[in-house]
């Protein structure tokens, strides 16, 4: 992967997660491009744009055989700053009454500079707003807002009526993604 003089934007439109390397090469190279031309001048430094990569997604490979190791997420993607995000999920909870299971939905939306919103769906083809944030929620406490979100509408029990254990075991002990856990030497700039 080389740089192409004169071009201020790159956009990388497809990328599986073998291929995230070459644009974190591309970076690097561009960074040190830059840096040798303003030694002469000011010169600015070309963006890349990442279109529609799905990057939680790709981010679940690293680590595995033929793919990027998992310090890839700290070292260049956490550095990805997101625009334009929409993030969809999809739950079902048990409830002791009819109609015994709730299905419900909601979202992550970010338009940058805007903060992260979690988003309810409510149904009507319509979404609400339920938290906002300028630090992106990991997936285990979108869930939990949009859980609370429930329970002030009525629709699910409250946290004291639930009980502890029943509340355990009904989110367990995982409630994050590998990356999104607090790690030694890992980066969160992800959040924001």
Same mark, same amino acid.
């Given at each position: 992967v080389k740089p192409i003089e004169g071009v201020g934007m790159y956009i990388v439109v497809v990328a599986s997660a073998q291929e995230l390397p070459d644009v #974190?090469?591309?970076y690097e190279q561009l960074k040190v491009d830059t840096k040798e031309d303003e030694e002469g001048g000011a010169k600015k430094e070309p963006v890349i744009v990442f279109y529609n990569l799905k990057l939680d997604v790709l981010r679940g490979d690293l680590g595995a055989p033929a793919f990027p190791g998992k310090d890839f997420q700290d070292r260049f993607l956490s550095r990805v700053k997101p625009v334009y995000y929409l993030r969809t999920r999809q739950y079902s909870r048990s409830v002791s009454q009819p109609p015994f299971i709730i299905n419900f939905q909601g979202c992550i939306f970010r338009s940058y500079?805007?903060? *992260? %919103? /979690?988003?309810?769906? /409510? !149904? /009507? !083809? +319509?979404?609400?707003k339920v938290v906002g944030?300028?630090?992106?929620p990991a997936l285990g406490e *979108?869930?939990? %807002?949009? /859980?609370?979100?429930?329970?002030e509408e009525g629709a699910i029990a409250k946290k004291e009526e639930e009980g502890a254990l029943f509340g355990f075991l009904r989110t367990g002990y995982k409630t994050t993604t590998w990356w #999104? #856990?607090? +790690?030694?030497?890992a980066s969160l700039e992800w959040q924001t």
């Open positions: #974190e090469e591309l500079p805007g903060h *992260f %919103q /979690t988003l309810l769906d /409510t !149904g /009507t !083809g +319509r979404y609400r944030s300028d630090v992106r *979108f869930k939990e %807002q949009l /859980t609370d979100a429930l329970r #999104e #856990e607090e +790690r030694e030497d």
